[in-house]
C-alpha cells in the first residue's frame, strides 16, 4: 500500500523561484519542525530558534518589499508557506502569520524613515513580533478598546492592558492600538513598541486547551514612553490600519486552518490504510470511505477559496469579504476534518501516542482568533445587505 499512502500537496505555484521556496519550506518543516512538535507542545516549549532559522531562511518577510529585506512574493505563495508551516506545528504557521500582522502597519502606513530604520531588523533581522488590539473587555468590540497614548512633548506615554496577545512576553516588538482622541474608532492610534520597553511587563501565559507551546499573555503598560517617531500613521488612524492588517491576517488563520487539516487527514488515511479490522484494510468499508472523501474535498474547497482572495489582494482589489469568507469556511472546515480524523481512528485517536486530538484541540481556537467565525459572518453579511438598520 505505500504508493497510497498520503504525497505532498500538489500546489499550483505561479514561478520555478516560488515552487523551490515551497520545497525548502517542506524540507525545513520535515526536518526542523515536524520531529519535535508533539514533545514541545506537551511541554509547552516556545521553539524561539525555529523562528531564528525561519528569519535566517528568509521566510519571516515574505509578502513584503525586497528593499527592506523581504521576499516580495504574492499572497498567493506566502500563504502557502503558511499552511505548510501549520501542518507541520500550528505554534509555527500562526506565529509567522502573527508576526507578518505585526509588520503590517509599519509596512503600509509608515513613512520611509521609520521602514527604513526599523523594517529590516523586523523582516529579516531575527526579531519576532506581536500584534496588540484585544483587551480584557474589548474583543470582538475592539473599537471600544481603553488602552490610552498620552502626548508629552515629542513623545507618547501608553497606559492599559492588552490581552490575549500572541507572543506575549517573547516579543521583541509589538504593534499597539491605543486611545489618543475620542471614543470610538476615530480616536485610536498606532504605534510601534520596543520589547524591553520600561514599563511594559507581560503576565503569565494563559494556560490552554491547545497550542501550548505558543505564549499567549495579558501585557500591562504602565506608563510606557514611546517617541512619537514609532508612531504608525496619523492620529486618528489606527482602527483604519487595524482593520486593514486584520483582512490580511484572516487569509493566514485560513490558510493556518487548511494545513491542520491537511495533517489530520494525512494521519487518518495513514492509519486506515493499514488498521485492520474483520480481515480487511478499514479504509476499504464505505461509511469511513466516505469520511475521507468529505474530509479531503473540504481541504480542497477550503485551499481553493483562500487562494481566490489571496489573487484579489495581489491583484490590488477588494477582498475584505473573501477574507472573512476564507477564514469562515476553513476553520471551521479544520474543526470538522480535525474531528473526524479522531473518529477514524477510534480510540487511538483519543490518546496523545497520535497527534490527531492534538490537532483536533488545536483547530478550535482558528474560529476564534482574528475575530470570531461569528464576526465573519457579520462582515459578509455587511458586504451583501449593507450596515444593520437597528
Known amino acids: 500500500m505505500p504508493d497510497r499512502a498520503p504525497q505532498p500537496v500538489d500546489r499550483q ?8 521556496l515551497l520545497a525548502l519550506v517542506r524540507e525545513i518543516a520535515q526536518r526542523e519542525i515536524r520531529p519535535n512538535a508533539a514533545d514541545e507542545e506537551d511541554s509547552g516549549r516556545f521553539p524561539r530558534e525555529v523562528f531564528t532559522l525561519l528569519s535566517e531562511a528568509g521566510l519571516l518577510g515574505l509578502p513584503y518589499p525586497g528593499e527592506y529585506g523581504g521576499g516580495e512574493q504574492p499572497y498567493e505563495v506566502y500563504l502557502q508557506v503558511l499552511e505548510e508551516l501549520a501542518a507541520a506545528r500550528l505554534t509555527v504557521g500562526l506565529g509567522v502569520s ?6 503590517h502597519g509599519l509596512a503600509g502606513y509608515g513613512t520611509k524613515e521609520q521602514q527604513g530604520a526599523h523594517l529590516p531588523a523586523m523582516l529579516g533581522g531575527g526579531l519576532l513580533g506581536a500584534y496588540c488590539l484585544s483587551e480584557p473587555a474589548a474583543g470582538s468590540d475592539a473599537a471600544s478598546l481603553t488602552t490610552k497614548a498620552v502626548r ?14 500572541t507572543h506575549g512576553g517573547v516579543a521583541d516588538f509589538y504593534t499597539v492600538l491605543a486611545r489618543t482622541g475620542v471614543e470610538g474608532p476615530k480616536g485610536i492610534t498606532a504605534f510601534l513598541v520596543p520589547g524591553d520597553a520600561e514599563g ?6 494563559e494556560k490552554k486547551m491547545g497550542m501550548k507551546g505558543s505564549p499567549t499573555a495579558q501585557l500591562h503598560f504602565d506608563g510606557v514612553r514611546v517617541p512619537d517617531a514609532r508612531r504608525i500613521g496619523e492620529e486618528g488612524q489606527g482602527f483604519t490600519i487595524a ?19 491537511q495533517a ?3 494521519e487518518a488515511l495513514t492509519y486506515a490504510l493499514d488498521r485492520k479490522q474483520f480481515g480487511h484494510p478499514i ?22 477559496l483562500y487562494l481566490a482572495a489571496a489573487r484579489l489582494r495581489d491583484a490590488g482589489k477588494p477582498f475584505s469579504r473573501q477574507a472573512a469568507m476564507a477564514k469562515l469556511f476553513c476553520t471551521d472546515a479544520a474543526m470538522a476534518v480535525t ?23 488545536e483547530a478550535k481556537v482558528l474560529q476564534i482568533v482574528e475575530g470570531t467565525n461569528q464576526i465573519q459572518r457579520m462582515v459578509i453579511a455587511r458586504h451583501l445587505a449593507g450596515p444593520e438598520t437597528r
Not at 508629552?152 to 496577545?165: E, L, M, R
Not at 482593520?243 to 487539516?261: E, F, P
Not at 479504509?283 to 481553493?304: P, V
Open 13 to 20: 505555484l505561479p514561478t520555478e523561484e516560488s515552487r523551490d
Open 264 to 266: 489530520a487527514m494525512d
Open 283 to 304: 479504509a476499504d468499508f464505505q461509511g469511513l470511505r466516505f469520511m475521507l472523501a468529505d474530509m479531503a474535498t473540504k481541504i480542497e474547497a477550503g485551499r481553493a
Open 339 to 361: 474531528t473526524d480524523a479522531v473518529q477514524v481512528l477510534g480510540g487511538y485517536g483519543y490518546t496523545a501516542d497520535f497527534p490527531v486530538e492534538r490537532l483536533m484541540r
Open 200 to 205: 511594559l511587563t507581560a503576565a503569565v501565559p
Open 98 to 103: 502573527v508576526h507578518s500582522l505585526a509588520c
Open 243 to 261: 482593520l486593514a492588517a486584520l483582512d490580511a491576517g484572516r487569509l493566514g488563520i485560513a490558510a493556518c486552518a487548511i494545513g491542520v487539516a
Open 152 to 165: 508629552d512633548g515629542d513623545d507618547w506615554i501608553i497606559t492599559g492592558t492588552k490581552a490575549w496577545i
